[in-house]
């Protein structure tokens, strides 16, 4: 088994990288869908952020408000930090609960860990190897401006609450760049899976 972390800032494309990976037979691990579990009814984050920030955020049925919630920690960086890091640690529990469990089952194919905190996080050193998902600012925010059909400063504004983008490719193994169309997309992904099956024989 190798487990490759997937990341990328909004807009880059990394979820298209996500399904075409799952297409040519990897196991995705996401990390926003666990975290949307880990938030939604009855999840496991929710005491915390009670705990945390009190019974504002949630609406009247107990589920969390996330567009307050959204607004509040997008406003305020401490209380984004104090947000994540009960998100994440949830996510690192359920990440490292499936991989144990693959490992029991003795699977032997690629994962790939969906992660767009990655680096933030330092959750890096759970993988074999990093790919990071780039575009050009440009491109990112106009592809966010189309799909969440919002402003560019609301989309400026989320971009630079993350990780810079030179320092994620620092980081990373390998740099996918996603500035073109599919198949410029498609090829750089194939050949990094061609890679990883002709040395690790998956």
């Excluded at 880990?38 to 567009?67: C, H, K, Q, S, Y």
């Excluded at 600012?137 to 966010?144: A, F, G, I, K, M």
């Amino acid at each position: 088994m190798v487990v490759i972390g997937l990341t990328g800032g909004i807009g880059s494309g990394k979820s298209t990288v996500s399904e075409y990976l799952k297409r040519k037979g990897c196991l995705i691990i996401d990390a926003d869908e666990i975290s949307r579990a880990a938030t939604g009814p009855g999840g496991p984050a929710l005491e915390p952020i009670l705990m945390e920030f009190g019974p504002g955020v949630f609406n009247e049925d107990g589920t969390l408000d996330r567009a307050k919630m959204s607004d509040i920690v997008f406003s305020d960086p401490e209380k984004r930090n104090k947000l994540e890091d009960i998100v994440v640690t949830m996510v690192i529990n359920e990440f490292h609960a499936q991989i144990d469990h693959l490992r029991e089952e003795n699977y032997k194919g690629i994962v790939v860990f969906d992660a767009p905190l990655l680096f933030e996080f330092g959750l890096q050193q759970y993988v074999d190897e990093t790919w990071f998902v780039s575009a050009t600012l440009e491109t990112r925010v106009s592809r966010v401006v189309k799909r969440d059909r919002v402003s560019r400063k609301k989309v400026m504004d989320r971009i630079n609450t993350q990780m810079a983008s030179a320092e994620k490719e620092r980081l990373a193994d390998y740099t996918i760049n996603n500035s073109f169309d599919l198949k410029w997309l498609y090829d750089q992904v194939d050949r990094l899976l061609y890679r990883l099956r002709a040395t690790e024989e998956i």
